[in-house]
């Protein structure tokens, strides 16, 4: 008899997708509660610019959901179509066997045959086994019956799940056309800021220059933070082989020595006698800040907690992204990491993470605070009354500070940055979502 293949049921990451759209959804209606609050104003112009290329970004990336999901239910349906195809090619194999052991049952209907049948046998054994065999044949005759009707039953299922499919298809397709038709009113909104934001071009070049000296005058102190705090540690670092060199010394010269007559320990030559050669190898560690057991498990933890530390603000947006943002085709700026607008300017700013605050610095229109995690350095800048001083130590949600006033001087905004010692890393990927 062909066996039975039961298939997987359709559309197993659907729940994935959900979750992904229903994630995007809300930082959409984020962007477009920030966003309506600058909306119109005249110096706002470059935080509406921003905060529409972010919605933007994530309109598409809305449709990009969309569109996954049309193709997993278009999957399904022609997976579907090749099960119920299969199945129909089954059903026939199956009511073709049935029909022929019918027949069969049918012309040696008699009981006679039956009987003559068991008793034609050449042994009591094999009278039993005869039996045994017409019982079997019944059974499977019986299981044939079940097995159509299975078959039958999967077929209408899968029949079933096919329409509901098609209906899922058939919304999200919907969906699709509202999606890309607001995403093209969004490009026109776009377009009508620029417009405004090319009018403010020589104010707009004023406060972008006046960013960019801010950012290398906090991206210089930060360095010089981190560059002490190697240094500082690799100093500790050399006393502590120091101090063991002296005291592995005499520990050796308190040994007691061997007694008369033993045969004295074989020496190596001095590598510093003439004629023998050396291995210079350098026994620097890869990292200064990654040698104590403190250090190390901050550095374990931190990396542990990738996409989910906590944000430094609560209902914050990013305006401007890690690295280079280009806004239209004369605005270009390279963030050293987050700019973040927040709901208003005086709001908590809080660490991320554990650590120690290593800096804290008046950059003249703000203040910064800049706190290691091992290895790991946050800062955070654009503050106003910090509460926290250098050496503290803080926890994770601790508040440090609030949030200045932002670029416009209307709404709240901080810089986040996150370092791995001296190198600047986009600070997005390890904040939760």
């Known amino acids: 008899m062909t066996a039975l293949v039961f298939a997987q049921p359709p559309g197993q990451d659907k729940s994935q997708l959900e979750k992904e759209r229903q994630q995007i959804q809300k930082e959409l209606q984020e962007i477009q509660n920030a966003y309506n609050k600058v909306k119109g104003q005249s110096k706002q112009i470059l935080t509406q610019v921003n905060v529409l290329n972010r919605k ?6 809305y449709i990009g959901s969309i569109n996954k999901e049309i193709r997993s239910i278009e999957d399904d349906i022609y997976l579907s179509e090749l099960e119920i ?17 019918v027949v069969y049952a049918y012309k040696n209907r008699s009981n006679y045959d039956y009987l003559n049948f068991i008793f034609s046998a050449n042994s009591f054994n094999d009278a039993i086994k005869r039996i045994s065999y017409l019982k079997s044949y019944r059974a499977y005759r019986e299981k044939q019956v079940e097995t159509i009707k299975e078959t039958q039953q999967l077929i209408t299922q899968r029949k079933e799940q096919q329409l509901k499919r098609k209906d899922q298809k058939n919304v999200a397709l ?5 999606q890309v038709k607001e995403l093209e009113n969004q490009k026109k909104e776009k377009d009508v800021v620029m417009l405004q934001l090319k009018s403010k071009e020589k104010d707009l070049a004023k406060q972008i220059a006046a960013k960019k000296k801010k950012d290398r005058d906090l991206q210089n ?9 190697i240094e500082a540690a690799k100093a500790k670092a050399k006393a502590d082989a120091e101090a063991k060199r002296k005291a592995d010394e005499l520990a050796k010269k308190n040994t007691p020595t061997a007694n008369p007559g033993t045969t004295p320990p074989t020496t190596t030559p001095n590598p510093t006698t003439p004629g023998t050669k050396r291995n210079v190898k350098s026994d620097a560690p890869a990292s200064y800040l990654d040698l104590n057991a403190k250090d190390v498990a901050l550095n374990t933890s931190f990396q542990a907690n990738k996409a989910k530390l906590p944000w430094p603000v609560d209902n914050g947006i990013v305006t401007l992204r890690f690295g280079r ?13 987050l700019t973040i607008a927040t709901p208003s300017a005086g709001v908590t700013v809080k660490s991320v993470f554990d650590g120690e605050v290593s ?14 995690h091992g290895k790991y350095f946050t800062t955070y800048g654009n503050l106003t009354g910090v509460t926290v001083s250098k050496g503290a130590t803080v926890k994770t949600g601790q508040a440090i500070g609030r949030a200045g006033k932002d670029d416009d001087g209307n709404g709240g905004q901080i810089d986040f940055i996150l370092m791995i010692e001296t190198r600047n890393v986009d600070p997005y990927p390890w904040l939760r979502r």
């Open 174 to 178: 919907g969906n699709q056309t509202t």
């Open 56 to 61: 933007i970004d994530l309109q598409e990336k």
């Open 221 to 229: 102190a930060i360095t010089a933070i981190v560059k002490r705090e």
């Open 359 to 372: 800096g804290i610095y008046n950059l003249g229109d703000g203040m910064a605070v800049t706190i290691r």
């Open 325 to 337: 943002n280009k806004v239209g085709e004369y605005i270009d700026i390279d963030n050293p990491g």
């Open 85 to 101: 195809y299969r199945l129909n090619k089954q059903l026939d194999t199956l009511k073709s066997e049935y029909a022929r052991s």
